[in-house]
């Protein structure tokens, strides 16, 4: 992992230092500096804006504002998807990504249409959430989330209202995927096989997939705990047109960018927070791992080599579920690196 973390940062550098003109490999690890040259269709005073660090010690997170964040996610973003982001620029002061004829602006953490980057409390921020690579362990939280998370969920039972997210923009990710509507999604879908199983995928999805898979047989080969989990699969899930529980965000198998390994046996673990919390379990949150049910952690890592993030890591907690985040997986790469040590967009 770590190889790969210094291949994600050094492509980092490159397109921050050449912005949407170069995508080859570049030398050396860094933030946005005054040697970016000049953007497409930015000003004089776009480019003095563009935040300098110094490089040679970790990112104080106290100097973290929202423009370079935007400098940082849009960046991840452009690579993450470059058969489907086309520019990112600066423009009229915001950073700002365009697909086909589109510019989204990045605006306090969300990318709203151009045309419509006022409003922003309307929506939730896109997710570039404290994801860790490698083993998972069941955070100690402190006594603030604790608290919040009590008053969140309080008589949250069945039958009870839940709370609701704000939801996310949902141009962005249509613009992305090409998908605005179920009969849309429905036809942009393409069938393949995983791990012996038939599922509908959104294309971008095909080959990380199949390199996934070809990993997890490899693994499976001489480690039983992996081939037993396989045989133990009575269900691949991708394409579900719905939204996220608990939020008015669309949820990634809506774009079918997310795939679900239903097992034929839970094995005795919670698979979801929503169980563990309706069994009556207070502080769901801080379930213990030998309670949950759980996925070996070559297979883990299989997904995560080829940018898919894992549920089980989430704090509402789905270990069935794996979603097709490369953008996520390059700020978690650049997190384990000596320069972003420390750093947290949100």
Request: charged share 25%.
């Amino acid at each position: 992992m770590p190889q790969r973390a210094n291949l994600a940062v050094a492509a980092f550098l490159t397109f921050i230092a050449a912005l949407a003109m170069i995508r080859t490999a570049a030398h050396g690890v860094g933030y946005p500096s005054e040697t970016v040259p000049a953007l497409a269709n930015s000003n004089k005073e776009d480019e003095k804006s563009i935040p300098t660090f110094d490089h040679s010690r970790p990112m104080d997170p106290t100097e973290i504002d929202s423009r370079t964040v935007g400098a940082l996610a849009t960046g991840w973003l452009y690579e993450a998807y470059a058969g489907r982001i086309s520019e990112r620029a600066v423009r009229n002061g915001e950073w700002s990504l365009r697909i086909g004829e589109q510019w989204f602006v990045w605006s306090d953490g969300r990318l709203l249409p151009e045309e419509e980057r006022v409003g922003t409390e309307e929506y939730s921020s896109i997710r570039f959430y404290d994801y860790r690579l490698g083993e998972h362990e069941v955070p100690d939280y402190d006594e603030e989330f604790v608290e919040m998370m009590r008053m969140r969920y309080a008589g949250d039972g069945p039958g009870d209202d839940v709370w609701i997210e704000r939801g996310r923009h949902q141009a962005f990710y249509e613009a992305l995927y090409d998908v605005t509507s179920l009969q849309e999604a429905d036809r942009a879908m393409e069938r393949t096989t995983f791990l012996g199983y038939g599922t509908r995928v959104h294309p971008m999805l095909i080959e990380p997939l199949r390199r996934v898979e070809a990993d997890i047989y490899e693994a499976a080969s001489d480690d039983e705990s992996v081939a037993a989990f396989v045989r133990n699969i009575r269900q691949v899930s991708g394409f579900f047109w719905r939204d996220i529980f608990g939020s008015a965000s669309r949820s990634f198998h809506s774009y079918g960018a997310a795939v679900d390994l239903l097992p034929r046996n839970w094995r005795g673990g919670f698979g979801y927070w929503r169980w563990a919390q309706q069994s009556g379990i207070v502080e769901w949150w801080s379930l213990p791992l030998r309670l949950r049910f759980t996925v070996p952690q070559p297979i883990v890592d299989a997904f995560e080599r080829h940018d898919f993030v894992w549920g089980g890591k989430w704090v509402g907690f789905d270990p069935i579920h794996f979603e097709y985040r490369p953008e996520v997986i390059r700020y978690a790469e650049y997190r384990e690196s000596a320069e972003g040590s420390g750093l947290r967009l949100y």
